[in-house]
């Protein structure tokens, strides 16, 4: 169908509807036919014909639907939407005021820190309390004990025993170096004392003890060791928490 000038034809121009369905009726077509045609539901072609635009999704849909359904009776389209936005003025559109927008994106922005800040403080708090009972229950386990001496564990009558006077023999002393080959959580404790407790470089680090030097690390994959002058190499083959021994007469994993 070609579009028309429905105003040189003296239609009449107060009612959009009214004029859509004096149009359609001319032209003998249902609703259902219209409908069929332009792919538009007969319950929203009805309620343009109605002025019920209420019932239409929107005031987009409402444009649409007019446009499309003069152009498939043979009006001119723009006409008609003319005439409609002049009985019907399109709404304004509501701008939301620019301070409610930044105060709106302002209060976002403060909960999200104040939710991170908390999160962070409480994963600071838990890690601080398992460190500290974790070395709590390894200063206990590894402090060493002195023996316990007696006249008569040691095999001697003190009353009746002869007074020798021999020269003291020297000490052997234990001499530890540890060396990470790249940063690394190390925990060392010689003869029952903690003597180092951080991230070891490669620099490395060396202590002495009498009796025994105890190492704890989460990765003795990237720590090598010398007991003695003698290179141990790697003091682990892979990741994993794992404490380790010194002593003068040897070196071992203990756990």
């Not at 000038?5 to 359609?24: F, I, K, M």
């Not at 723009?78 to 701008?95: G, I």
């Not at 999160?119 to 023996?147: E, T």
């Not at 925990?187 to 009498?210: C, E, I, N, S």
């Amino acid at each position: 169908m070609t579009s028309q000038n429905y105003r040189d034809s003296g239609a009449q121009l107060s009612d959009v509807g009214e004029l859509l369905r004096s149009t359609r009726r001319k032209r003998n077509l249902s609703l259902a036919e219209v409908a069929a045609a332009t792919r538009i539901k007969a319950v929203y072609l009805e309620a343009l014909e109605d002025s019920e635009y209420s019932v239409l999704p929107g005031s987009a849909y409402v444009t649409g639907f007019i446009r499309n359904y003069a152009r498939f009776l043979g009006l001119h389209p723009d006409e008609v939407l003319e005439d409609f936005y002049a009985f019907r003025p399109p709404p304004s559109p509501v701008v939301k005021p620019a301070t409610r927008v930044l105060a709106s994106v302002q209060t976002r922005r403060l909960r999200k820190r104040f939710v991170w800040t908390l999160l962070s403080v409480a994963i600071l708090l838990a890690c601080g309390f398992a460190i500290k009972q974790y070395n709590a229950a390894y200063d206990h386990s590894y402090a060493a004990s002195p023996p316990h001496l007696t006249p008569q564990n040691l095999g001697a009558n003190l009353t009746k025993a002869r007074i020798i006077t021999r020269s003291p023999r020297t000490a052997r002393v234990l001499l530890l170096h540890l060396r990470a080959t790249s940063p690394v959580w190390v925990r060392v404790t010689a003869d029952g004392k903690r003597v180092f407790q951080g991230l070891l470089h490669h620099h490395g680090r060396a202590w002495t003890a009498r009796a025994s030097i105890y190492v704890m690390t989460y990765d003795g994959s990237r720590v090598k060791a010398v007991r003695n002058g003698t290179r141990l190499g790697s003091i682990a083959a892979r990741p994993g928490l794992g404490v380790w021994s010194a002593t003068p007469s040897g070196w071992k994993r203990i756990s």
